[in-house]
């Protein structure tokens, strides 16, 4: 398993590259658009909507809201902080609000069990993900600005992978993700932090008004909220009954259990940038 789940992660990671260094704003922000549909199909089925239609009605409900997002914040210019800030805002204020869920699960899955609320968590999950990446693609040097985002969420969980493996002995949320420890969850941040060090030294001149606390803030909180939304799709997979979101990524499941930690982390990310003066 861990082998297939190496080859579907290089795959995907060659695919990404290719796609930041080829393709225009407006392509990426197509295709980001299609992958973000993609869990949004998954996520139907997690929010509890069962017939075909039901579940195509709610991708489109998604897609409207990304057009709409689209349009609100001007992504197909060049947006500015007040266009773009209040949502990114807003986004981080729910991140936060589901930390507060996961505590307390299963008690709160009386608070947004049904399917509405379900649906609507759908919506904040995967909406302010996608205005996040294109948003941080209309920055200078955007490509690697995303490419950064997704190298910090895949140190956080490498590193929370093996250290839980070989040192994990507490259990993080046991009623989430028994799997999850908090020997892997500081391990995790370990990485975070030395990536955030090594990416302050490298830091062009240009950058130089961005101090060394900015960038370990914005890595630190990156790394923290990316295993929010990991933990937040898993509490909703449990409470809904299904193991993986779907089964389209060999040895990774579905769409939306790759995507999970990017969903909590891109926002605080483009936020983060955003008040470091990037």
Not at 10 to 33: D, E, N, W
Not at 41 to 46: A, D, I
Request: charged share 10%; net charge positive; glycine share 10%.
């Amino acid at each position: 398993m861990l082998k297939q789940r190496i080859i579907t992660g290089l795959i995907m990671a060659s695919g990404l590259l290719a796609a930041v260094a080829l393709l225009p704003v407006a392509a990426l922000a197509v295709l980001f658009a299609v992958i973000v549909a993609l869990g949004a199909w998954e996520w139907s089925r997690l929010a509890g909507w069962e017939t075909t239609p039901a579940r195509i009605a709610f991708v489109a409900v998604v897609v409207l809201a990304l057009g709409l997002a689209y349009e609100y914040c001007q992504l197909a210019g060049t947006p500015g902080a007040e266009e773009v800030q209040p949502l990114l805002g807003l986004a981080c204020l729910w991140w936060s609000i589901a930390i507060l869920w996961l505590k307390s699960y299963p008690a709160s899955g009386a608070l947004w069990g049904h399917v509405a609320m379900r649906s609507l968590m759908g919506l904040l999950v995967l909406v302010p993900a996608w205005v996040s990446a294109v948003f941080l693609l209309s920055l200078p040097r955007g490509g690697l600005l995303v490419i950064a985002m997704i190298v910090v969420v895949a140190a956080a969980d490498i590193g929370a992978y093996f250290t839980g493996k070989n040192l994990g002995r507490h259990k993080l949320a046991p009623s989430v993700s028994p799997a999850k420890t908090w020997e892997g969850f500081w391990g995790g941040l370990v990485c975070a932090l030395l990536l955030a060090l090594l990416t302050w030294y490298l830091l062009p001149a240009s950058f130089s008004h961005i101090g060394l606390g900015a960038v370990v803030t914005v890595f630190l909180a990156t790394a923290l909220f990316s295993v929010v939304g990991d933990l937040v799709v898993s509490m909703v997979k449990r409470e809904s009954g299904f193991k993986d979101s779907g089964s389209l990524l060999p040895g990774h499941g579905g769409v939306l259990d790759r995507l999970d930690s990017i969903c909590g982390a891109a926002p605080v990310f483009a936020l983060g940038l955003l008040l470091a003066g990037w």
